[in-house]
């Protein structure tokens, strides 16, 4: 299981989803361009100390995400793209431990090509008054789900 952030935006809610997946033990892909630099002082603040317990890739753009993506990919290798123009509810999919998920930019989601290339757009259920949550809430939101149907959460500590 993998979480990808696509040019993220901010760096609290990189820094924050760099300490869930260190926290989870899952692996992190970061799709640059970024909009901050990644050794930016507020994203290590937002990470604390986690940093050195990520297991991190950075990818200097889509297309070198997508090739490196594409050449290890397996029959259970997937990519699942969380979206507000989802047409699954996250919680109604089934994952698999080999899937990533991948998360849009902040300013503006995703372009319709990475749209086209995920195996499924999941979408949380919101109010209608209601346009979209924060990227790092939605991610944990959706890695949680994904890890409790993998049973990919680690084990607790005694």
Same mark, same amino acid.
């Given at each position: 299981? $993998?979480?990808?952030?696509?040019? *993220?935006?901010? *760096?609290?809610?990189?820094? =924050?989803?760099?300490? &869930?997946?260190? =926290?989870?033990?899952?692996? +992190?892909? @970061?799709? /640059?361009?970024?909009?901050?630099?990644?050794?930016?002082?507020?994203?290590?603040? =937002?990470? &604390?100390?986690?940093?050195? &317990?990520?297991?991190? !890739?950075?990818?200097?753009?889509?297309?070198?995400?997508?090739?490196?993506?594409?050449?290890?990919?397996?029959?259970? !290798?997937?990519? +699942?793209?969380?979206?507000?123009?989802?047409?699954?509810?996250?919680?109604?999919?089934?994952?698999?431990?080999?899937?990533?998920?991948?998360?849009?930019? /902040?300013?503006?989601? @995703? *372009? =319709? /090509?990475?749209?086209?290339?995920?195996?499924? !757009? +999941? @979408?949380?259920?919101? $109010?209608?008054?209601?346009?979209?949550?924060?990227?790092?809430?939605?991610?944990?939101?959706?890695?949680? /789900?994904?890890?409790?149907?993998?049973?990919?959460?680690?084990?607790?500590? *005694?």
């Amino acid at each position: 299981m $993998r979480l990808a952030l696509f040019q *993220p935006d901010i *760096p609290q809610n990189c820094g =924050a989803l760099i300490r &869930l997946t260190a =926290a989870l033990g899952v692996g +992190l892909d @970061v799709i /640059e361009p970024c909009g901050f630099l990644l050794d930016d002082r507020r994203l290590k603040r =937002a990470g &604390l100390d986690y940093h050195a &317990l990520a297991e991190m !890739r950075r990818h200097p753009s889509w297309t070198a995400f997508w090739t490196g993506f594409q050449a290890s990919r397996g029959a259970d !290798r997937r990519l +699942l793209l969380l979206t507000t123009g989802g047409d699954c509810p996250y919680t109604d999919f089934a994952y698999s431990l080999g899937d990533t998920l991948l998360l849009g930019r /902040e300013s503006a989601g @995703v *372009p =319709a /090509e990475v749209h086209a290339a995920a195996d499924a !757009r +999941l @979408v949380i259920p919101l $109010r209608a008054d209601c346009r979209s949550l924060n990227v790092a809430q939605a991610g944990a939101m959706a890695l949680g /789900e994904a890890l409790r149907q993998t049973g990919g959460f680690p084990a607790p500590q *005694p």
